[in-house]
């Protein structure tokens, strides 16, 4: 297939490009910078200038342009959100919202027939599941009263967008926590080597994380044999808490442990960061993404893959 992937220079788009070029397809990289661009060449695709959020400048750039499909892995996040109307997710929530509709409408443009897009597990809510195992059959998108709900109704927009795209197969992938050496992780690394990166009393809640190549052997996998219209869970095999995950990174990097701060004082500097590190626990399921197209992660849990850092 001949494959549009906006946001291909970022730390899940990179490893998209790479991963597809090996399974045989032709990629077109979208970046709305020079230095993005740059990049995408050096990774073997061919770039376009283009900002998704500009609607007309997004279809020039792509007149003349055919393409079999169109993945939308744009944000504007360099590393975790902190706060609930911080640039980067605000933006990122447009990206979510006004960008997918525009890209949509450029993926009917190209005569594209196929489109996945990202989601997260955020948009199951930023609250405690308990010990239930999270199908995609749970409620998705559903308001719950509090401040991050801006985030979970741009998850659901960009996967109702995409799934109910008259003319399209469209698909969404829920992605957990991406984290890997390299751009995944690269400001939560530097903060645990300098002993600044906290974490909530009680170890914080307990979530789906995702090695970065794995969220890019998904994709290729929904990509090629997704069933349209459907939503897949895409996370390792062990839900862990963040106190495990970052003592076993700050391990293997030989940094010191995290320190343990009351949610309350974190919640003073960085309120939309411990709605995810200490409002949201969630035990999500991989099952539908294993059962139907045969993926299993290559890191199966936080173990392997912090333990790959000190490498």
């Known amino acids: ?19 597809l070029r090996r399974g045989g ?3 077109i990289g979208l970046s709305r910078s020079a230095a993005g661009a740059r990049l ?23 007149d003349g342009v055919a393409a079999d ?15 609930y109307r911080g640039r980067g997710i605000t933006e990122t929530n447009r990206l979510r919202t ?10 009917r443009h190209v005569g594209a027939t196929r489109m996945v897009t990202q989601s997260m597990i955020f948009g199951y809510g930023f609250v405690d599941h308990g010990e239930a195992l999270i199908s995609e059959d749970a409620p998705f998108g559903r308001p719950r009263g509090v401040k991050s709900d801006a985030a979970t109704a741009a998850f659901a927009s960009a996967e109702q967008q995409v799934r109910m795209a008259e003319g399209l197969e469209g698909i969404a992938l829920r992605y957990g926590f991406v984290y890997g050496p390299g751009p995944a992780s690269d400001a939560m690394v530097k903060l645990l080597r300098k002993g600044r990166f906290p974490v909530p009393s009680g170890d914080g809640g307990r979530f789906g994380w995702l090695w970065h190549t794995d969220a890019a052997t998904a994709t290729r996998a929904v990509l090629e044999r997704g069933r349209a219209g459907e939503a897949y869970n895409v996370v390792d095999d062990e839900p862990a ?9 700050a391990a293997a990097l030989g940094a010191p442990r995290p320190r343990r ?15 995810q590190m200490d409002a949201t626990s969630m035990r999500v399921s991989n099952a539908k993404l294993r059962s139907e197209l045969g993926w299993r992660p290559s890191v199966p849990s936080y173990r392997e893959g912090t333990a790959a850092f000190s490498s």
């Open 261 to 275: 701060v009351p949610a309350r004082l974190l919640r003073l500097a960085a309120p939309f960061l411990v709605d």
């Open 241 to 249: 808490t963040w106190g495990q995950m970052f003592d076993a990174l």
């Open 25 to 27: 397809h032709e990629v």
């Open 1 to 19: 297939m001949r494959v549009i992937i906006a946001g291909a220079s970022g730390a899940i788009g990179r490893e998209l490009v790479a991963e």
């Open 40 to 62: 995408i060449t050096e990774l073997g695709a061919r770039p376009i200038v283009a900002d998704v959020l500009d609607r007309d400048g997004l279809l020039r750039a792509l």
């Open 69 to 83: 499909a169109v993945i939308h892995e744009a944000t504007a996040l360099k590393n975790a959100p902190t706060r």
């Open 98 to 107: 006004t960008g997918t509709a525009h890209l949509v409408e450029a993926a």
